[in-house]
């Protein structure tokens, strides 16, 4: 006889364990599922088997291969389209021309198959049923049964008020090639809802068999860890691969056990694991191979898969643990915790009860992780990053988080105040924003929304003198799956890390201040918002010399907010304007790039002969520049180019330059008798030190500059109305000034630094310079005879950034390379 193994399932209940893997192939005891099956049919007789494959088959194709390995032969049938139980099985009828015995791919079980196809034959039945009995029928198939063992009723996933029984259908069927007559071809049936049932109705004989042994169907993280409860317990005869030391405790080739080392039994330890000096293993502790137990490590009742690394300190109780993880010094796992594959889990993490960690995913050191992480790329320290709280629109970034959130910021200030906010035109957006002024009202703070307005007009309203700070919710440019959520200050910067602590302190412990239904805050409109902020930019350049210069140019709108104020503000210069992209659109949004932008309007100039090209992002803080020549200028070029443009004004003055930025732009400025004042590369940090009188321009390395005279904070609109009124004052053209620069040559590389390892890989690093001048505004700045060199670890991501500028392309890139290599042989150890 032959035998069908239903081996499509994909195990959605299981996941994150099943993320990347099929459920059939789901290792119990260090042997995929399939296997144990595969070695009961064996066991009965069955060495022809078909296998029905739909999710990810070529895994299972690829392990079991022809099957001659196992001892059978295999066939393989493969789902398009999800056709159901009844329909995978009959979409194989080819290889099944006489009475067959199907088995789920996924369950654990020792039945004995050979009891259920004698009862089939004895029974002359067309479909025998294998049933057992389970404590809690309600997520089955009951199945009810005469005394001679002929079908009565059946009843699929009953209510407890319709549990007349407790034998279920366990997913063992023996039946007749006839029963394909009741499958139709090429659409999704079910044996238990459509097939038997049709059967029953037919007065054919369909019968149910009660099986003696032990079943499991292992649909759950729970049922899983209890599966390996009951292996070790020797509940279910399975065969468990290596050498049993002693009663119920399997041992693999080449496991080395430190003679200090506790390992209690029932346990199973894979091929090559190591176990550390102090390291315990209580009892149902199951290690796949390859995996490492450092030093006083301490695990019970714990599943941890093949290649894992469990560093010093570890302790994992109840918990599963997917293949290549890392977990490191002094990690927690409380009970019912799961971790899915490939997995870092930094020093003195703590993953709660219930919490699953979906795969590749980083824990920072020291989070503690209470929900789980589904998509999202990791549990952070900090829920604040470079621009404010980062994350995956309805996935990291929720309505309930952001109502909690915005009553967290509203409880750091004033009942009564109020505060700002403005959107894209995202639908992201404009939910989240909807949940900011709920948490701010429910807090006793009052809204004056902007609607859809680009930041840096958020910036301006909020340096009104009744406003108290602002909340923007924007797209993340490079990823349009994410949201950003920007906090602002009454000077109209971006809010210090302060302030992000003080929020973050409230959210986590929940301490929000609530108020009485009459002290509800309220939501107005902010008046006038965009007219004065074009008026207040026209006030601080020369509209008369502007005109007089009738300039032409090309602007490229970015499909943001920028264009609700351009159009009023441009309208004053006299100028003729060839305007791209002149309204909102989330998709162009979501398309946008910053160089696929900045060729057309460089097209676009050449063929209009244009004095000037420029690109605005999309948020209305990045300018991109086009000269008359239709050339491309890098943000180097640009930064260097507004610098020499403005000449004589700095004379006297401060210009605010990041660490990371050219040399050769500190070099103009002092040219012009002005000073640099070297800030670090965070946006805080730049807007903050451009606050000073003296300051009379700032700018970072991505295209964002501040003219400090309007307002200190970034904004592309004022930058593009500064640099008009330069140019129509200035007898050279843009290309000319740009000539005049010089050659800018800068490499980066990024090299992945483990979080606990960073601080010594900066130690070093500043070792290695002494005896070379450095600055240490921001990670270590060091020079050399032709360059320098700027190691910067990242504040959100396991990596180190090296920059590197020199006088030759190459000899940057070499700089780069040199020390990124001695960064990765930092890592390695």
Known sequence: MKAVIMAGGEGTRLRPLTSNVPKPMMPLANRPMMEHVVDLLKLHGFDEIVVTLAFMPNVIRNWFGDGSEFGVRMVYAIEETPLGTAGSVRNAMAELDEPFLVISGDVLTDIDLTKVVEFHDAKQSMATIGLVRVDDPLEFGIVITHDDGSVERFLEKPGWGQVFSDTINSGIFVLDPEIFDYIEPSRPVDFSSEVFPALLNDEKPIFGAICDGYWEDVGNLESYVSAHTDILDGTVSIRIDGFEQRERLFVGDNVVIHPEAIVAGPAVLGDNCRIEQGAKLGPYTVLGANVRVRAEADLERTVVGENTYLAEGVHLRGSVIGRACDLRRGVRTDEGAVIGDECFIGEHATIGADVKVYPFKTIESGATVNSSIVWESKGSRSLFGRDGVRGLSNVDITPELVTRLAMAYASTLKQGDIVVTSRDSSRSARMLKRAIHAGLNAAGVSVQDLEVAPLPVTRFVSRRPAIAGAVTIRLDESDPQSVIIGFVDTDGSDMAESGHRKIERLLSREDYRRVFPAEIGDIDYAPRALEHYATAIESTIDLKGIRAANMKMVTDFGFGAVSFVMPNLMSKFGAEVMAINPFVSTSGVARFDRQTHARRVADLVTASGSELGVIFSPGGEQLGIVD??????????????????????????????????????????????????????????????????????AADTSGRYIVPGFMPAFDAIATFASLVDVLARDERKLSQIVDSLPLVHMASRNVITPWEQKGAVMRVMVEQAKGRRTDLVDGVRIHHDNGWALILPDPEEPTTLVMAEADRPEAADGLAAEYARRIEELVRG
């Open 628 to 697: 008359d020549t239709g050339r491309c200028l890098t943000d180097a070029q640009a930064l260097m180019a507004l610098i020499s443009i403005r000449g004589s004004d700095l004379d006297g003055g401060c210009v605010v330059l990041p660490v990371s930025a050219t040399l050769h732009a500190a070099e103009l400025v002092e040219s012009s008798n002005g000073t640099v004042v070297t800030t670090s590369t965070s946006s805080a940090a730049i807007m903050a030190a451009s606050a000073d009188p003296l300051v009379c321009m």
